[in-house]
């Protein structure tokens, strides 16, 4: 992918120290090429607004943009609505049991243990995720409220009173979880490129 970015995204990258920098200018580059095809412009004139550790836009008439990436590769998703999107590799080394316990079962936890498998808890941590991603809010402070549901696919903000749709897609080595609101006729734009950072 060739690096494409704007004086004021060289600017930026440059107050990085050089890892994120790295990410952060091939990130925005993914994000452009991949645009410039959907909307038929050249990438440097594609109006994301996308800053370090901010979600990126588009201004509301050009639709939603949500970006995801874990160390070898980076999806980005387009909707006319507002999306969320995560992506984590399948044999991601964790601590599934702590994670579970820490942020997503408060009662009850002996009987939940029982049945977790890795998988699960990293399809339920991929999907709350992308719902954070959807509300742009902060892991830290929103993934306690976030409850999960497998069957059916849902997602809900305890305190927000937000409710979400999600898709779950394994693909070869990755899980990729999507969140919205519509229930019919979702057919996003989906860019998911394999890589090295």
């Not at 901010?54 to 939603?64: A, D, E, R, V």
């Not at 029982?114 to 699960?120: D, E, F, G």
């Not at 899980?175 to 998911?192: G, Q, R, V």
């Amino acid at each position: 992918m060739q690096d494409v970015a704007t004086v004021e995204e060289i600017k930026t990258a440059k107050k990085l120290t050089n890892s994120r920098s790295k990410i952060f200018l091939e990130t925005r580059a993914y994000l452009r090429q991949s645009l410039s095809t959907l909307f038929d412009l050249d990438p440097l004139e594609i109006p994301i607004n996308a800053h370090p550790g901010k979600p990126p836009s588009l201004p509301s008439s050009m639709g939603n943009i949500s970006l995801s990436h874990c160390k070898d590769a980076i999806t980005i998703v387009w909707h006319k609505s507002k999306i969320g999107i995560d992506i984590e590799r399948t044999d991601r080394d964790f601590n599934h049991t702590k994670i579970a316990e820490k942020y997503f079962f408060h009662t009850n936890k002996s009987n939940h243990n029982k049945y977790l498998t890795k998988n699960m808890i990293l399809n339920q941590w991929c999907a709350v995720e992308a719902a954070i991603k959807w509300d742009h809010g902060k892991l830290a402070k929103d993934i306690k409220h976030w409850q999960f549901f497998e069957k059916p696919k849902k997602l809900i903000h305890k305190k927000k009173k937000i409710y979400l749709n999600y898709s779950q897609i394994n693909f070869h080595n990755w899980t990729i979880a999507l969140t919205y609101e519509e229930k019919k006729s979702f057919n996003p734009e989906i860019i998911c490129c394999s890589k090295n950072f």
